[in-house]
């Protein structure tokens, strides 16, 4: 049950899992969650119902949003891992499960159920109501219908409301939960002495005939691996950039249809006096109104510098009277627009005459100009860019399969394809298996070399898409077989390998011995103790990870409690335990909190069971070949 807390509270990579099959749907990255333009290729089937690559590819993009959205802090490398792709697609494949059993049990979501769910996305709200014209605008834009977007939502609702039912299954007795949340919750105080193996290698020595009995012994670990020296063309987007070129029409009209995203940069700092009227208010509230701004505006005219000053005694907008009017910088779209296009036409210290608004009369100082718009003759050339490497990629995937079919039909050279294509063909350095993985940065690629087609029989490898636009045929030209290292070349390695050893069993030895120590009451003050710190299962406090798991194993029914280990080859830590605090939160708040949590940790544990036994009872196909590339990518 601990374990159970743990992974739920601290695997990203579960919580992905969860995500995809639970979470309600949010319109981050909308236009590439619903654009379902794309490749119907299945990348897997789930009794007989396709997972296409452009669902796969939206739900790895959703569970990056996820975890950035969460604020994980997770290595970029792992957001690109195998391991996440896979678990990906695990998540997309326990969805369908869920799904087809939720359709057989007959699960309904009533029509006024799914109307108040959408109704109450914040992401269709205006001023804290739901907008008709919000939601339909954004239904436009991402060209999706609403009979789609409903239907979307409907299944997630459907999906929650039977992942809610499986967990109120879970019933956790309550005096499991209250010695479960006392053990899960615990606190201990912790120090931890490291005899470090260091300090022992000026007191080990080695002898040559040791030396030379470790080789003797263990020459397999000292082999050259095999290698090889070959030849390849690559096929690349990049490549035919060259050979692409863009029309002045084609370039204006791409800049015309992101204009907005050209002029995003540029901020405008700027401050306001407001005098409103409500939105119901009669043409002479309205006169009023205008008159007293007029009034104002006539103030300012005859010295500007009493602007701020006004603007604290005058403004009706009370989010930035008492700051003197100022409104901070902000970007085209943040105000109402005859706001906007009154500061967007304005210049530095300039102060407008009567804006009307929505909100009433606005009087505008702008006081500076951050960023700029980008102009079209400013942008020409690296949208021309941008066009030309877009056909070169079409290109490339137009090429492509030629070039592959070209490659294994011409097996016995590669020069055929090379010369149609217009490639040159290079020679590599030699590489061992490992080294032209790197070098390709593909292993696939590689495991292809060293098979007899290719090492034997010599022929060319597939063409291997090596990364995105990015193709890979190679042949051998040369071949060295693994091969034994000298015994010169790697005594000296063997020599500090075998001082370290050495060094390793004295420093345990020493370790172990003033563990004994502890544990019969010696105070060891002649170890090096760092400060105490109180940690917990989900608190680590900056202790390791092979100290933390010794610091929750030790016995502490007797205090303080020792335990010792050898943490790699660095050193012999020894952990201490002063100090246990079984309390937990006497507030309600707190109390609720923890309950949930063990809840939300032993349904988890319940979900997935309930997903593993739906998986083995089905036929579920996995396209391998094309998961593994979509992972290399």
């Known amino acids: 049950m601990l374990d159970a807390i743990r992974k739920h509270t601290q695997g990203w990579l579960a919580k992905v899992i969860l995500a995809l099959i639970s979470i309600p749907f949010a319109l981050f990255g909308i236009d590439s969650y619903l654009n379902q333009a794309g490749s119907d290729v299945a990348i897997a089937k789930v009794n007989g119902d396709k997972i296409s690559i452009q669902e796969y590819g939206n739900a790895i993009e959703k569970a990056r949003n996820y975890l950035q959205s969460e604020g994980q802090k997770?290595?970029?490398?792992?957001?690109?891992?195998?391991?996440?792709?896979?678990s990906v697609l695990d998540g997309l494949i326990t969805r369908r499960l869920v799904n087809a059993e939720i359709r057989h049990a007959n699960f309904k979501i009533s029509d006024e159920q799914l109307s108040q769910y959408i109704i109450g996305m914040p992401e269709f709200q205006e001023n804290g109501k739901f907008s008709e014209d919000i939601y339909q605008k954004t239904l436009a834009q991402n060209k999706l219908s609403a009979t789609r977007f409903e239907s979307d939502r409907r299944s997630e609702l459907l999906t929650q409301q039977a992942r809610e039912g499986l967990a109120l299954l879970v019933a956790v007795p309550k005096s499991v939960a209250e010695q479960t949340l006392k053990l899960a919750h615990q606190k201990r105080d912790v120090s931890v002495a490291e005899i470090k193996t260091a300090q022992f290698l000026s007191q080990v020595k080695v002898t040559p005939e040791e030396v030379k009995s470790y080789y003797d012994l263990h020459k397999d670990k000292f082999k050259v691996p095999e290698q090889v020296k070959l030849e390849f063309a690559l096929l690349s987007a990049t490549g035919l950039v060259s050979q692409m070129t863009a029309s002045d029409a084609e370039v204006k009209q791409f800049y015309d249809e992101n204009a907005a995203k050209f002029q995003a940069d540029e901020q405008r700092h700027a401050s306001h006096i407001l005098i409103?009227?409500?939105?119901?208010?009669?043409?002479?509230?309205?006169a009023v109104a205008k008159d007293k701004a007029a009034d104002i505006l006539a103030q300012l005219k005859t010295n500007p510098k009493r602007f701020e000053e006004l603007a604290t005694k005058l403004s009706q907008d009370p989010g930035s009277a008492s700051k003197g009017g100022d409104l901070g910088s902000f970007g085209r779209g943040a105000m109402v627009k005859p706001f906007e296009d009154a500061v967007f036409g304005m210049k530095v210290n300039q102060i407008s005459d009567l804006v009307e608004s929505e909100f009433g009369y606005h009087i505008i100082k702008l006081n500076e100009i951050t960023g700029q718009s980008t102009s079209f003759d400013s942008m020409?050339?690296?949208?021309?860019?941008?066009?030309?490497w877009q056909k070169a990629q079409a290109k490339y995937a137009e090429l492509a399969d030629d070039f592959s079919n070209m490659v294994y039909e011409q097996s016995g050279s590669l020069k055929p394809a090379?010369?149609?294509?217009?490639?040159?063909?290079?020679?590599?350095?030699?590489?061992?298996?490992?080294?032209?993985?790197?070098?390709?940065?593909?292993?696939?690629?590689?495991?292809?070399?060293?098979?007899?087609?290719v090492l034997k029989e010599k022929r060319n490898t597939e063409a291997i898409e090596v990364s995105a636009n990015n193709m890979v045929?190679?042949?051998?030209?040369?071949?060295?077989?693994?091969?034994?290292?000298?015994?010169?070349?790697?005594?000296?390695?063997?020599e500090a390998l075998l001082k370290l050893e050495k060094a390793e069993k004295l420093a345990t030895q020493k370790g172990e011995a003033a563990l004994a120590k502890l544990k019969a009451g010696d105070a060891g003050k002649d170890l090096e103790w760092i400060p105490t710190v109180t940690v917990g299962r989900k608190s680590a406090q900056g202790l390791t990870e092979g100290v933390m798991s010794q610091v929750?194993?030790?016995?502490?029914?007797?205090?303080?409690?020792?335990?010792?280990?050898?943490?790699g080859k660095t050193s012999y830590s020894i952990v201490q335990v002063s100090r246990v605090d079984n309390a937990l939160a006497t507030d309600d708040e707190a109390k609720k909190a923890a309950e949930a949590e063990l809840q939300d940790a032993m349904a988890a544990e319940y979900i997935s069971a309930y997903g593993k036994s739906l998986k083995a009872k089905s036929d579920i196909f996995v396209n391998r070949k094309l998961l593994e590339t979509k992972a290399s990518e």
């Open 74 to 86: 997770v290595d970029a490398a792992m957001l690109e891992s195998a391991e996440l792709k896979q």
């Open 276 to 286: 409103g009227f409500s939105s119901g208010a009669s043409a002479q509230d309205k």
């Open 380 to 388: 020409k050339l690296q949208i021309k860019g941008e066009l030309s």
């Open 418 to 453: 090379a010369d149609k294509f217009g490639l040159q063909l290079q020679t590599s350095a030699w590489l061992s298996r490992d080294d032209g993985s790197k070098f390709f940065k593909s292993e696939k690629l590689m495991n292809m070399v060293f098979s007899d087609e």
């Open 473 to 494: 045929a190679a042949r051998l030209v040369e071949y060295k077989p693994s091969a034994p290292r000298s015994f010169d070349e790697v005594k000296g390695g063997i």
């Open 552 to 567: 929750f194993k030790v016995d502490a029914s007797k205090l303080p409690a020792y335990a010792g280990f050898v943490d």
